[in-house]
């Protein structure tokens, strides 16, 4: 087995895991996550847990949140915030960094 294929079963495995956690806060249980609903994962002790022991940069997430909820009752699927937390994760170097010098 490759690297590539490393890779991408740990990438599996984190969505599964994320995905459990993100569930467990819908509460309509639309596929959607509200402002409300996101701030209950971000304050909630189990799911800080998994997402710093997946390297989740949890603060960078808090920033976002403001953006991604400008209006009061937005909601985001489900699929967006996953893929959210996982281009969040630490060792991927997700950073506050212009894109210029991410890319040099």
Not at 27 to 37: F, K, L, P, V, Y
Not at 50 to 64: F, I, K, P, S, T
Request: with cysteine; proline share 3%; charged share 30%.
């Amino acid at each position: 087995h490759g690297a590539g294929e490393k890779d991408e079963a740990a990438i599996r495995d984190l969505k599964e895991t994320v995905l459990v956690e993100l569930k467990k806060f819908d509460a309509d249980g639309n596929n959607m996550i509200s402002r409300q609903e996101l701030d209950s994962v971000l304050r909630d002790e189990s799911a800080l847990s998994v997402l710093r022991g997946l390297q989740v940069n949890v603060d960078y997430l808090w920033a976002l949140s403001e953006m991604l909820f400008e209006m009061p009752d937005a909601e985001v699927p489900i699929k967006s915030i996953m893929d959210l937390f996982l281009t969040s994760r630490g060792d991927l170097g997700v950073t506050f960094k212009p894109s210029r010098m991410l890319c040099g």
